[in-house]
T-cell receptor
Framework: AQSVTQLDSQVPVFEEAPVELRCNYS??????LFWYVQYPNQGLQLLLK??????LVKGINGFEAEFNKSQTSFHLRKPSVHISDTAEYFC?????????????FGTGTRLQVTL | GAVVSQHPSRVICKSGTSVKIECRSL??????MFWYRQFPKQSLMLMAT?????????EQGVEKDKFLINHASLTLSTLTVTSAHPEDSSFYIC?????????????FGPGTRLTVL
């Protein structure tokens, strides 16, 4: 069984400031890791994913995340946020168990960017 | 590429009626599709996994007779909420996995807002 913990339900930040959204996971097998963004009344858009290789993953909109196996973390970062980054962010994990493997989502972090 | 559409985007119905939601993969073949439910300000809860040509696999606690899932082709899955009641009001999101990609990545539709009066 897998689980994802997003410790912060809300993160307020001023525009142009850096931000880190935390994600920790637990799994008994190797995993794929994802960050999704959801704007109000919309579906999920993939920001970035870790499959293998370099532990620093760069995504869209200037976001990046670092996979840390020893700490079982996959924190999302952006050096300078914009008002348009205000949204809900979900961390998710999927195992390697073939095409039927499922995504397990965290509870989400609401990023609120203000002037 | 990898676009998933849902129809309708919003539906309001009376209690006791049935509602069908369509999920389509527009530019790829999806052997597996997933249906999620999302309550306000909460995460996505997986309802069922749908495989083309076979019966859906429902998560524990999801009534399969109430939430009928059909995946008749490689590009279309439907979710029918039968005899809908106000507690079924929610945001329903589907996703699809591209069989040709090996990353387990799911591509999400824009969601359907169901309101049952």
């Amino acid at each position: 069984a897998q689980s994802v913990t997003q410790l912060d339900s809300q993160v307020p930040v001023f525009e142009e400031a850096p931000v880190e959204l935390r994600c920790n996971y637990s799994s008994s097998v190797s995993v794929y890791l994802f960050w999704y963004v959801q704007y109000p009344n919309q579906g999920l858009q993939l920001l970035l994913k870790y499959l293998s290789g370099s532990t620093l993953v760069k995504g869209i909109n200037g976001f990046e995340a670092e996979f840390n196996k020893s700490q079982t973390s996959f924190h999302l970062r952006k050096p300078s946020v914009h008002i348009s980054d205000t949204a809900e962010y979900f961390c998710a994990v999927s195992d390697f168990a073939g095409t039927a493997s499922k995504l397990t989502f965290g509870t989400g972090t609401r990023l609120q960017v203000t002037l | 590429g990898a676009v998933v559409s849902q129809h309708p985007s919003r539906v309001i119905c009376k209690s006791g009626t049935s509602v069908k939601i369509e999920c389509r993969s527009l530019d790829f073949q999806a052997t597996t599709m997933f249906w999620y439910r999302q309550f306000p300000k909460q995460s996505l809860m997986l309802m069922a996994t749908s495989n083309e040509g076979s019966k859906a696999t429902y998560e524990q606690g999801v009534e399969k007779d109430k939430f009928l899932i059909n995946h008749a082709s490689l590009t279309l899955s439907t979710l029918t909420v039968t005899s809908a009641h106000p507690e079924d009001s929610s945001f329903y999101i589907c996703s699809a996995r591209d069989a040709k990609r090996g990353s387990n990545e799911q591509f999400f539709g824009p969601g359907t807002r169901l309101t049952v009066l």
